[in-house]
């Protein structure tokens, strides 16, 4: 896919709103060859989608021996939406908190109180850091069930339309 129709998906108004919300799912290459898929926070900076992990997460040495990830960002209701994402993750680690996590964990419902506990734990934990996970996007779809179909549903609408008579 062509970085320019990346672009075209991820600027879709659907997109836009789902790469607003909370929590994708990041899907890897464990160490030991097998399939993984973790819910993670992230935030979308317009280039890329931003993870934060901590040092040890044993995610970092799968992703540094194999880079390509896919990401699914959807809703909770019928129909669904669904923005599926490929690309390559790079790994910047980063002393102190990057200011992505305080970001993506800000629209959690969260009293004045409850923020300032839950940063200063953040703080006492992450004494060594974290590592930010850059997605840079090399494809995307985006699933809405109104404009966009699974490329199986797709194919079973037109093979059912190519048996109506018209």
Known sequence: MHPHEVAEILNLPGSRELLSRDITRLAYVAADG???????????????????????????AALRRNPAVALTIDTE?????????????????????????????????????????????????????????????????LIDFDNTLPSAVEELVRARDARLPA
């Not at 989608?49 to 995610?59: D, E, F, H, Q, S």
């Not at 790079?90 to 839950?118: A, C, F, K």
């Open 77 to 141: 209701v019928h129909p669904p939406s669904i923005l599926l994402i490929r690309g390559r993750a790079e790994l910047d680690p980063v002393d102190g908190i990057p200011e992505e996590y305080l970001q993506m964990n800000g629209s959690y419902r969260m009293t004045p109180e409850q923020r300032v506990h839950w940063e200063a734990e953040v703080r006492s934990l992450y004494t060594g850091g974290m590592v930010r996970i850059l997605v840079t996007p090399a494809w995307a779809k």
């Open 34 to 60: 097998t399939p993984r898929n973790v819910p993670i926070g992230f935030t979308w900076n317009g280039t890329h989608i931003v993870l934060c992990t901590t040092p040890n997460a044993p995610k970092l």
